[in-house]
């Protein structure tokens, strides 16, 4: 990846600016040896003035050389010694006043020399003018300093977009590296195609999409795509994230954005991607208080730049982000981003072939089963796969094996799914009793009720914040509806731990907080999203992903105060209905908990087989339809 920045500096200014440091080093050195030296000539050669009058009364000098207030002096014996005056004062008259004799003194030759030559002025004066130099160097040193940090704050606007060069990236990405995602890769290949040859498609009239639009949820490689593209296409390819727009000084978002595209039109055939692009392309005009405006002046001028376009310009804008919901309508208007695609949640054959890719070069045991992997893993990305993949390979060679196995894996996604183990939490025995009660309590519900997801493990081994876990996996896990019956039965499977707690115990722990948070939301979501309460009828109270201010998502409520009345009182009616079928569960149902709990706190997991040995001897159907 290489910079698109100008380099317009002088070569010398660039030297110069590098070797600052370097340069005031060396000034320092001279200036301390140059005052050495002449302090050793001073030892060695030096002699007074009263010296030098005795001496030439002696009779031991042949001649002496004066320049302005050096005086060299050569002695008969051939020695040359220096001494020093006055600067203003005359030699002779000097000499006088210390005593010399006259009548010596005309023996000796004395020549006297007036030095004005610019090297000595510059000697004398250079002590003055040094600090002054090293000062104006260290101030310039600091403003270079705040441009190279502060983001360029001397080069309002130059586009930071980072250029991707087909064959100078380090790894080339391509599509062959992102499994899955067949709809998107599909719509991007055409992408490709397109930007290989072009006239392919005018020859046919036919107007490629100018703005691609890549949604989903986090993690599911719509950066990677985007990368594949660059791979593929070959073409100039600018990356820049959302966030770099609003980054430091006001006003700097609109002008960059125009600066990447006029770089971009420069270099066609290219490609601009903007990822995460909600960080300015959020709904304009709901924020208070003006502190929205650099966000809508760049939001305008990417608008504007994107209606720039001549149809003959290949170049084409790709977007990424998983808040499709808050984004500015404009943006996507046709001309705009109106090829939308759907990013979606890998499926368990998709999930297979993600951890086909990233299973690349790492070493495993023979018998490895990835399905497996893919079976346990609904609702996992591919950046989760990914981290699944990749913790695997430290467990094991955090044990100095040389290879992979199926273990490594099982144990990694549990810690991708629900945080680390925490070693340190050591259970006393009322906590742990508690504990396997609240997870028996969740387990036992998700048996009975017929629309919850089966039982795959229980344990109450702390993991991240919980004390203990629940896992259930669903028998058909690519399904993409959700029914109402299945939402009460999961309402009430979230509480199972809260009503065993406040039965069994009669006390209330703190354990259940997220379970109650979960279950309180899945009761909301059925009344305001998905019509699902008689009460309140066919209305969608609130759109799918909350609404927005001050550009975050706020729920606002745009109902009135006896809608809202009636809102909370048909989720706690919800509520109220799923406690009672969890009561009645565990009533009937209490030989079956004492049991699981029994046996969680002796073996502390179970895993599917185990567990459902023990829920059968207590004559309870494992089998679900
Ligand atoms: P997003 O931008 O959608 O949040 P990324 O593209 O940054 O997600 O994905 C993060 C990482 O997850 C990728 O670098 C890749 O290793 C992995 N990954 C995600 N989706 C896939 C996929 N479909 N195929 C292969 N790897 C994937
Ligand atoms: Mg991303
Ligand atoms: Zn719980």
């Not at 991708?416 to 025995?429: A, E, F, N």
């Not at 707690?501 to 703190?510: Q, S």
């Not at 259940?512 to 059925?526: I, P, T």
Request: proline share 3%; no cysteine.
């Amino acid at each position: 990846m290489v910079k698109v920045k100008k380099e317009n500096k002088s070569d010398i200014k660039t030297i110069l600016a590098k070797n600052v440091f370097g340069i005031i080093v060396f000034l320092l050195v001279i200036f301390i040896l140059s005052g050495y030296l002449q302090k050793d000539i001073k030892e060695e050669k030096n002699i007074t003035l009263t010296e030098l009058v005795n001496d030439i009364n002696a009779e031991k000098i042949t001649s002496i050389k004066n320049t302005n207030e050096k005086i060299d002096i050569l002695y008969k014996d051939g020695l040359e010694k220096i001494s020093k005056k006055e600067g203003q004062s005359s030699l002779t008259e000097t000499l006088s006043n210390l005593g010399v004799d006259k009548t010596k003194l005309a023996l000796t030759s004395i020549e006297i020399k007036d030095d004005k030559s610019a090297g000595y002025i510059a000697l004398s004066i250079f002590p003055f003018l040094f600090p002054i130099l090293l000062f104006f160097l260290i101030i310039w040193f600091l403003s270079r300093g705040m441009k190279g940090a502060g983001g360029q704050a001397f080069s309002f606007g130059s586009t930071r977009a980072k250029l991707m060069s087909a064959d100078g990236q380090k790894e080339k990405i391509t599509f062959a590296d992102v499994a899955g995602v067949k709809e998107a890769k599909h719509e991007l290949e055409e992408v490709v195609d397109f930007l290989k040859n072009p006239k392919k498609f005018a020859s046919i009239g036919a107007r490629i999409p100018r703005g691609i639009l890549l949604m989903g949820a986090p993690g599911t490689g719509k950066t990677l795509l985007a990368r594949a593209v660059a791979g593929e296409a070959g073409v100039a390819f600018f990356s820049i994230s959302g966030s770099e727009f609003v980054e430091l000084f006001v006003g700097v978002g609109a002008s960059r954005v125009r600066d990447m595209f006029k770089v971009a039109r420069a270099s066609q055939p290219a490609i601009i991607f903007i990822d995460e692009i909600d960080a300015v392309g959020r709904v304009r005009g709901v924020g208070m208080g003006g502190g929205n405006d650099e966000r809508e002046q760049t939001l305008n001028q990417i608008l504007v730049e994107m209606d720039g376009f001549e149809p003959s310009d290949s170049v084409i804008i790709m977007a990424a982000t998983n808040r499709p919901d808050v984004l500015d309508p404009a943006l996507l208007r046709p001309g705009r981003f109106d090829r939308r695609v759907n990013v979606e949640l890998p499926d368990r054959k998709d999930r297979i072939d993600i951890l086909k890719i990233h299973a690349k070069n790492k070493p495993f045991v023979k018998d490895i089963r990835l399905e497996t992997v893919a079976e346990r893993t609904p609702g996992f990305s591919g950046a989760d796969l990914h981290s699944v993949m990749n913790e695997a390979a430290i467990f094991a060679a955090r044990e100095n094996r040389k290879e992979i196995t199926q273990d490594d894996l099982i144990v990694s996604i549990e810690k991708v799914m629900l945080g680390p183990i925490r070693q340190t939490h050591v259970m006393g025995k009322k906590e742990k009793n508690l504990t396997a009660y609240h997870e028996a309590g969740h387990a036992i519900v998700a048996s009975i009720l017929p629309y919850a997801d089966p039982v795959h493990k229980v344990s109450i081994i702390s993991r991240g914040r919980a004390a203990g876990y629940t896992l259930k996996l669903p028998i058909n896990d690519d399904k993409k509806m959700q029914s109402k019956l299945e939402f009460l039965d999961d309402i009430a499977v979230s509480l199972g731990g809260y009503v065993v707690e406040k039965t069994i115990f009669g006390d209330l722990t703190t354990g259940s907080s997220n379970d109650l948070q979960v279950a309180s939301a899945l009761a909301r979501d059925m009344v305001t999203k998905y019509g699902m309460s008689d009460a309140v009828g066919p209305i969608a109270l609130e759109p799918a992903g909350g609404r927005t201010m001050f550009g975050n998502g706020v729920e606002a409520k745009n109902y009135s105060e006896k809608t809202n009345e009636f809102i909370d009182n048909e989720v706690s009616k919800i509520m109220k209905e799923a406690y009672a079928r969890v009561l009645e569960i565990i009533n009937t149902n209490r030989e079956a908990l004492d049991g699981i709990s029994k046996a969680l706190v002796e073996k502390e997991t179970l895993e599917q087989g185990e567990y459902e040995e023990i829920i059968r001897g207590f004559g309870i159907k494992v089998e679900k339809e």
